[in-house]
């Protein structure tokens, strides 16, 4: 099984500075990879699939990165609103070996 | 728009079964793989189970299989999670989400505590 390690655990970021959360694969997953925003009390939203592309919802501050066992979620300039948890996950292409990392809490500081 | 809407959930004792379900509307019901997520409390985020479009292609976990019964009724638009043997590792916020690899829409969960 593909583990995925996330990190940091905890991220404490400015308002308006950049928020760069990384992902970790065991071994490659080429650019099968997402990323979720979860909220307290809500179900997680995705954010980025195949790597690096957005999902509507979210703005063009948000980006993702990275292919083979590197990814990095990236908030250019961080609102409140942003503080969340952010997981990533891996896929394959049919969804045999998928596993999820173990987030990372994005605060303000 | 897609809605999922997941029911069912409760506080249940170790051993003891319970049947979820998400009512699905805004899309071709039909068309699509559905998946069961779970979260226990605190905790990260763990695919349960998934069903094809047509039922006939299933995959478990295997920390539920031999357990959990994936179903699904194209009919009236609506997933079912049997859930047998409860644990109280089963203690989660359960999750039905439209798709198999990714998910963009997810239910708002039901909660499914398993507690003596």
Redesign the interface.
């Known amino acids: 099984e593909i583990m995925m390690t996330q990190s940091p655990a905890t991220l404490s970021v400015s308002p308006g500075e950049r928020a760069t959360l990384s992902c970790r694969a065991s071994q490659s997953v080429g650019t099968?990879l997402?990323w979720?925003q979860q909220k307290p009390g809500?179900?997680?939203?995705?954010l980025i699939?195949g790597a690096s592309t957005r999902?509507s919802a979210f703005p063009a501050r948000f980006s993702g990165s990275g292919s083979g066992t590197e990814f990095t979620l990236t908030i250019s300039s961080l609102l409140s609103e942003d503080v969340a948890v952010y997981?990533c996950?891996h896929?394959?292409?049919w969804?045999?070996s998928?596993t999820?990392?173990?987030?990372t809490r994005l605060e303000i500081k | 728009q897609v809605q999922l809407v997941e029911s069912g959930g409760g506080l249940v004792k170790p051993g003891e079964s319970l049947r979820l379900s998400c009512a699905a509307s805004g899309f071709p019901f039909s068309d699509y793989y559905m998946t069961w997520i779970r979260q226990a409390p605190g905790k990260g985020l763990e695919r349960v189970s998934y069903i094809s479009s047509s039922g006939r292609t299933i995959y478990y976990a295997d920390s539920v299989k031999g357990r959990f019964t994936v179903s699904r009724d194209n009919a009236t638009n609506s997933l079912y999670l049997q859930m047998n043997n409860l644990r109280a590792e089963d203690t989660a916020v359960y999750y039905c989400a439209r798709g198999y690899d990714f998910w963009l829409y997810w239910g708002q969960g039901t909660l499914v505590t398993v507690s003596s």
């Open positions: 099968n997402a979720y809500q179900a997680p939203r995705l699939y999902a997981y996950q896929y394959n292409n969804a045999r998928l999820f990392g173990q987030g």
